[in-house]
């Protein structure tokens, strides 16, 4: 194994799973896993207790999405559960694949019982910044094709109001600065702080999705009109989506690094809290490890 193999918050737990053996679990979480990468594990490992066996699955991107992919291919293998999963992104298809979960396309589910992914950031209402991770088209598409969507999430992505985090809009290559100098002229006549626009970049390249678009970053640090605003960017001739979901999801999931969480739902009006036992991820990568 190289020594670069636990580098990431994945490998780190599949080291936990490793070093159980000899050691006290909880001792071993605390020091491999820093508290956010906890809180993620949480809140993954409960949300997969909705994913019921012959479901259609849509799988966030993102770190917290997956571990939540993770957790689903652990139960594929050593529980029987029988899904199909849609990816949101090359990177989840990949990862899934790895995990054992039966894929399929949109076009070929048609439709989906339930999509878990990961948010940027989520107000009071569930309203969401998401495409951090440069996926917003394909999350939205597939989140607004499901019965539910549910999102897992640290504590510290709750906001009161939206627009810290960098709002992403994709944009097609073709005139990206006339759309990008049109977006900005927008901004100055609607609710929000900030103005400034910046093309995601790949090192030195412009950072393609793919569906082959690029990512301008809107750093607005307030949204007064969430819905709004995702209205009026969607009208801009050369923006394809951005990344605001509004009304799209129903449930999320926080977790906190002592392994509790809560679980909120908009449409019951209901608050719920758990708690997962870290000992519970004994198993969790024991095939990669044997």
């Known amino acids: 194994m190289s020594r670069g193999a636990f580098d990431s918050p994945l490998a780190k737990l599949r080291e936990l799973a490793y070093k159980r053996r000899e050691t006290e679990p909880e001792q071993q979480m605390n020091a491999t896993l820093s508290p956010i990468d906890k809180a993620k594990f949480a809140a993954a490992r409960r949300a997969v207790d909705a994913v019921e066996d ?17 957790c689903l291919g652990e139960m594929v293998r050593t529980d029987g559960l029988r899904i199909q999963g849609v990816p949101t992104s090359s990177r989840t298809a990949a990862l899934a694949r790895d995990c ?20 940027d950031e989520f107000d009071a209402d569930l309203n969401l910044i998401k495409g951090g991770g440069g ?3 394909q999350e ?29 809009v994709e944009v097609v290559p073709f005139g990206w600065r006339t759309t990008k100098a049109l977006v900005e002229e927008l901004l100055i006549g609607l609710d929000v702080m900030g103005h400034e626009a910046a ?50 999801c129903d449930r999320v999931v926080i977790g906190q690094p002592d392994g509790s969480v809560e679980i909120r739902d908009i449409n019951a009006a209901t608050v719920e809290h758990d ?3 870290f000992c519970e991820s004994e198993n969790l990568f024991r095939d990669e490890l044997s």
């Open 140 to 168: 939205k598409i597939v989140a607004t094709a499901s019965d539910q969507m549910m999102v897992i999430s640290d504590a510290a992505k709750e906001v009161a109001t939206l627009g810290a985090f960098p709002l992403p």
């Open 199 to 248: 093309l995601r970049m790949n090192g030195d390249h412009p950072y393609y999705t793919d569906e082959g678009n690029h990512i301008i970053d809107l750093s607005l640090h307030r949204i007064g009109n969430p819905r709004q605003l995702s209205m009026v960017l969607n009208q801009v001739p050369g923006v394809v989506e951005n990344g605001l979901f509004i009304d799209i």
């Open 275 to 277: 708690r997962i036992d």
């Open 135 to 137: 996926a917003l088209l």
């Open 54 to 70: 012959g479901m259609r699955v849509g799988l966030g991107t993102g770190s917290t999405a997956a571990w939540m992919v993770r």
């Open 100 to 119: 054992g979960i039966p894929l399929a396309t949109l076009d070929e589910v048609k439709w989906l019982d339930l999509t878990i992914d990961g948010a």
